[in-house]
C-alpha cells in the first residue's frame, strides 16, 4: 500500500511539473509574441507619421505600409490557435471573426483595389487599428509581465468606446467605395456557365459583408463593454451560453 501510494504521489508531481512546464513555454511564448506584435504596430504608427511629415498628405501612405501591414496583421491568425489550443481563455469565434475580417479588409478590400487605397476611410480605419492594437498588446505583455501601468489598462478598456465605432466606420465606407470598382471588373466572380458550374458575384458578396455588420457589431461592442465593467469597476458578469 505504501508503495501504491509513494507511486502515485510521484505521477501526481510528475504532471503538476509538466504542468508548469508547459504554462512557462505558454507563458514565455504569449510574452514574446505580444512585444513583437507591439513593435509592429509601433512601426506602422511611426512609419504612417514619417510619411504624413514628409508628404504633407495622406496619398500614397497606404502603399508606403501596405507590406508592414500585411504580414502584422495576418501573422494575428496565431491568436485564433492560442484560443483553439487553451492558452488564451478568449472565444475562438470572437477571435476568429475579429481576426478574419481584418484580414479581409486587408488582402481582398484595400490591397486588391487600388482606386480605393487613398480614400480618407482607409486612413481612418489605418489610424483607429493601430491605436488599438498598440494599446492592446501592450496592455497582454505587461499583464503577462505582473507589471500593469494603470494608464493602460485605463487605455485598453476605454478608448476602444469611440475607436470601436470609428473603425467599424471607415471600415464599411471603405467597402462602399470599393462597390463601383468591383462591379466594373467582375473581379472575384465567376459567371455561369463555367467548367464548375457555380457562380459567384463578389459585389454582391460585400454587400451581404456590410450588412454583417449590423448584427455582429453590437454584440462584440457590448462584450467589450461588459469586459470593461468587469475589469475597471470589479463588477461580476454572468454570460448567457449561446
Known amino acids: 500500500m505504501a508503495s501504491s501510494e509513494d507511486d502515485g504521489t510521484v505521477e501526481e508531481k510528475e504532471n503538476n511539473n509538466k ?28 512609419a504612417m507619421m514619417r510619411f504624413y511629415i514628409q508628404k504633407g498628405t495622406h496619398k500614397g501612405l497606404y502603399r508606403s505600409i501596405a507590406r508592414t501591414l500585411k ?32 484580414i479581409f479588409m486587408v488582402w481582398f478590400i484595400t490591397n486588391s483595389i487600388r482606386q480605393i487605397q487613398s480614400e480618407e476611410s482607409v486612413i481612418l480605419f489605418l489610424v483607429v487599428w493601430t491605436m488599438t492594437e498598440i494599446t492592446r498588446y501592450s496592455y497582454y505583455t505587461f499583464s503577462l509581465l505582473h507589471h500593469l501601468p494603470y494608464f493602460i489598462k485605463w487605455a485598453r478598456y476605454n478608448l476602444f468606446i469611440i475607436l470601436y465605432p470609428l473603425g467599424v466606420i471607415g471600415e464599411l465606407m471603405t467597402i462602399y467605395a470599393a462597390l463601383p470598382f468591383v462591379r466594373r471588373s ?12 457555380v457562380s459567384f458575384d463578389y459585389y454582391y458578396c460585400l454587400i451581404i459583408v456590410m450588412l454583417s455588420y449590423i448584427p455582429l457589431f453590437p454584440q462584440l461592442y457590448f462584450h467589450m463593454l461588459r469586459q470593461r465593467r468587469r475589469v475597471l469597476h470589479g463588477e461580476v458578469i454572468v454570460e448567457k451560453d449561446d
Open 19 to 46: 504542468k508548469r512546464t508547459k504554462s512557462a513555454v505558454a507563458t514565455a511564448w504569449l510574452t514574446f509574441y505580444n512585444i513583437a506584435m507591439t513593435a509592429g504596430w509601433l512601426v506602422l504608427a511611426m
Open 186 to 197: 467582375g473581379m472575384y466572380s465567376m459567371r455561369l456557365p463555367n467548367m464548375y458550374n
Open 71 to 102: 504580414f502584422f496583421q495576418t501573422f494575428a491568425l496565431v491568436e485564433v490557435g492560442h484560443c483553439a489550443i487553451g492558452i488564451v481563455r478568449t472565444s475562438v469565434i470572437v477571435t476568429g471573426v475579429q481576426v478574419c475580417s481584418r
